[in-house]
Nanobody, 125 residues
């Protein structure tokens, strides 16, 4: 089991940028697929971006070209750089670890074993 702590959320104007970070402790971070999900009020949690243990990445269509996911296995961190933010990006953002599929990026929450507490991102218009 791995413990995850997100940081970097906040309030930003539309068109701005934020960089989220997720620090992992315990477990074997370098062997996990790591992903970001988000959940807006009244909506289901949805996949945003993911990265395998070897650095292959995948993105939801609504963030392609705007968000970039990266990881640093030496520092046990995964980051999400968000640019050209829109009001509809407002949500709580969660990082999650998948220990069962290190070379595949699953896009549904039930494939992820461990979750952070989330960080709020608010984009004003």
């Amino acid at each position: 089991q791995v413990q995850l702590v997100e940081s970097g959320g906040g309030l930003v104007q539309a068109g701005g940028s934020l960089r989220l970070s997720c620090a992992a402790s315990g477990g074997t971070f370098s062997s996990y697929t790591m992903s970001w999900f988000r959940q807006a009020p009244g909506k289901e949690r949805e996949f945003v971006a993911g990265i395998t243990r070897v650095g292959s990445s995948a993105y939801a269509d609504f963030v392609k070209g705007r968000f970039t996911v990266s990881r640093d296995n030496a520092k046990n961190t995964v980051a999400l750089l968000m640019t050209v933010l829109k009001p509809e990006d407002t949500a709580v953002y969660y990082c999650a670890a998948d220990s069962r599929h290190p070379l595949i990026i699953r896009t549904t929450p039930d494939n992820y074993d461990d979750w952070g507490q989330g960080t709020q991102v608010t984009v004003s218009s």
